[in-house]
């Protein structure tokens, strides 16, 4: 039996986001890098749950998902002059994410990602926060995955 359905999850979703928007940002799992690289997409699942009460060790669980969009908070200039402020770069980095995660059958582009022992019944997005850390513009998008052990690992 596998325990690290947590780090399967970010797997799979990393795996899914890097060809969409890893040509335009740094795509990790969360503590997969001692350093920050921006713009960067870091990708953390949470705490999970039960989905059912009484549940099995091995039964489906909740997963709270968290995928962040971190741009530096400087503008882009040439010769003085700004070509793209900080802002429309977060904006763009988030947008691009956020049409990746924002789709139909999310479950379905996770599955294709072919995770050894997974099995994922629920994946979905739903909010987002903006906020500010340092020279940082973060939007955190947050979503629900739900999954289980595959039986027999």
């Known amino acids: 039996m596998r325990w ?7 797997d799979s979703l990393v ?3 890097k060809p969409l928007v890893g040509s335009d940002m740094r ?10 690289e921006c ?10 749950e039960p989905v059912s009460e009484p549940a099995e060790w091995d039964d489906s669980r ?12 400087v503008h882009e200039l040439s010769g003085g002059t ?7 770069r977060n904006a763009q980095a988030r947008s691009k994410v956020m049409d990746a995660l924002f789709v139909s059958d999310l479950k379905a582009q996770l599955i294709a990602e072919k995770i050894e022992d997974l099995a994922i ?22 979503g629900l995955v739900i999954a289980e052990p595959v039986t027999g690992s």
Do not use: K
């Open 4 to 10: 690290d359905l947590a780090e399967m999850i970010e």
């Open 15 to 17: 795996a899914y986001l």
């Open 27 to 36: 795509v990790s799992a969360a503590w997969e890098r001692d350093e920050l």
């Open 39 to 48: 713009p960067a997409c870091l990708v953390h699942v949470g705490s999970s």
């Open 62 to 73: 909740a997963f709270a998902v968290q995928v962040s969009v971190i741009t530096g908070g």
């Open 82 to 88: 700004i070509m793209t402020t900080a802002r429309e």
């Open 121 to 142: 019944s629920v994946a979905q997005f739903a909010t987002t926060e903006r906020t500010v850390e340092g020279h940082n513009l973060i939007t955190v998008i947050e």
